[in-house]
């Protein structure tokens, strides 16, 4: 096997209301077949719903300081902290001033927000 080359030109941005998502490597953006990395940046105050992801996630603080509640309580992340996200937990992310992160994943993960009927869906950003 040889090594892949994805260019910042070849990477791929997906907004939602509360972040602007870069995928940099994904089955879709440079062929990576186990792993999904993308850039989550997000402005002061903003808030991502409270979900659940069916994978475990790798989320390290690149710039600013965020909120991450879940079931056990709520944390604050800073620049260079690192959170583990275990697969099948409620959480949500609250950006306290703008921040960034780079953020590992599964390419095959699929999204559900608690209490609601929905299909699970598979984030844009994973792909």
């Not at 998502?21 to 994904?26: G, I």
């Not at 690149?62 to 944390?75: F, H, V």
């Not at 959170?83 to 590992?104: H, K, Q, S, W, Y």
């Amino acid at each position: 096997m040889t090594l892949i080359y994805v260019p910042v030109i070849s990477t791929r941005s997906s907004g939602t209301a509360a972040a602007t998502t870069q995928t940099l490597a994904s089955p879709t953006v440079g062929g990576s077949s186990d792993t999904s990395l993308w850039r989550v940046r997000m402005t002061a105050g903003s808030a991502g719903p409270l979900h659940i992801i069916d994978s475990e996630q790798i989320w390290t603080v690149l710039a600013g300081s965020a909120s991450i509640r879940s079931i056990d309580g709520e944390l604050t992340a800073t620049v260079g902290d690192t959170v583990i996200m275990p697969a099948n937990v409620e959480r949500g992310v609250t950006a306290l001033d703008d921040c960034e992160f780079l953020v590992c994943g599964s390419p095959s993960a699929l999204a559900t927000i608690p209490g609601n009927d929905a299909e699970p869906v598979s984030p844009p950003w994973v792909r």
